[in-house]
C-alpha cells in the first residue's frame, strides 16, 4: 500500500494503529508536510526515515531523532507516538506481518530444514534505536521514493522490500562486535546493556538541547549513575557531558552556516548562560569566533 500523506489512512477508514484484516500489509509513507503530531499507536516492524527535516518519536520514556542521516527501527506491536517538524519530508516502511520472520528464516535456517519443515519460522527482533543511514540503504530507500513518483504498482513494492530487510538483518548480525564487547559474562547481559546504551545515547540526540543531566539520562537507561557514566564512556568514548555538548556545538555550526540567526540567539537558543562563555567555548573547539566561523563558511 502506497500513502502520500497521513490523512490517508483515515480517507480508507483506518486509524495509524487499525491493522489489515489479515494483519499488515507492507505500507509506504512518503508525505511532505508541517508540523504535525500523531498519538500512541501501534506499528509493525517498520523504519522510518526522512530526506529532509525531522520525526520525534516516543516510546515510553525513551525518545528518537530520525533526521537525514540516521533512520529508527521499530519492532512490531510497539506503541510509540511521534511527530515532525516543518517540511519535513518521510518515508516510513512497515513491513507486512511476519515478513521480517520469513526473511531471516530463509538467510539463517539450512536448506535441509527448510525443506523438512517449510513452515518453519525463526523470530527475529532488531535493537530498537536509531542507526546511521549507509550508501547501501539509501540507495534501496531512494528506489522506494522513485516507485512513488512513478506510480509503480504493489506487486514490485512487494519485491523491492526483501532487499531493505536482507540489508537490516546483515547490520543486525555486524552488531555482534560491539555487543561481545560489554562487560558482562553472560550474552543475554551484554545483549541488555548494549540495548540499555543506546537508548541512552538515543535520548540524549533527541533531547539535548533540553535541560537534562546525569541522573535523568541514567534512569532512562535504567542504570545507577556511576554504573551508566562508565560504561557509556567505554561504549561511546565520550562521557554524556561531552556528547551533549558536542551536539549542541554541531547545531551552531549549522545554525551560522545556513540560517541568519543572531549569535546571541544561538548562544541562549543552545542553553548557555552567556554570550561570552559560549564564545570562549566555541573559540576553544574550532580556533575561531562564532562570527568569524560564519564568515570562513559563506567564503566557501
Known sequence: MFLTDYNALGKLGRSL??????????????AKGDAQSFATHTTSLS?????????????????FAVTPDRYLILNDNQRHAHSIEDQTEVLSLRFRTGLGSDVYTAAALPAEQQLENPQARLPIEFFERTYPRDKRLSELLGWL?????????????????????????????????????????????REELFRRLHVARDYIEA??????????????????PHHFLR?????????PYQFVTQKRFEL???????????????????GFD???TFSRSFKTRFMVSPSQYRLNSRKT
Open 17 to 30: 494503529d487499525a491493522p489489515h484484516p489479515h494483519g499488515w500489509m507492507n505500507v509506504l509513507m512518503h
Open 47 to 63: 523504519i522510518y526515515s526522512v530526506f529532509r527535516g525531522l520525526e520525534r518519536h516516543e516510546v515510553g520514556p525513551a525518545r
Open 145 to 189: 521514493r522513485i516507485f512513488i513518483w512513478e506510480g509503480v504498482r504493489q506487486d514490485p513494492l512487494e519485491q523491492a522490500v526483501q532487499p531493505i530487510l536482507e540489508h537490516l538483518l546483515v547490520l543486525h548480525r555486524n552488531l555482534e562486535a560491539e555487543i561481545e564487547r560489554q562487560p558482562a559474562a553472560k550474552r543475554s547481559t
Open 207 to 224: 533531547t539535548y538541547l533540553e535541560d537534562i543531566n546525569l541522573f535523568g539520562i541514567a534512569n532512562i537507561a535504567n542504570l545507577s
Open 231 to 239: 560504561l557509556f564512556k567505554q561504549s561511546f568514548q565520550i562521557t
Open 252 to 270: 551552531a555550526k549549522n545554525w551560522l552556516t545556513n540560517t541568519e540567526k543572531d549569535v546571541t540567539d544561538i548562544c541562549f537558543d543552545l
Open 274 to 276: 552567556s554570550l561570552g
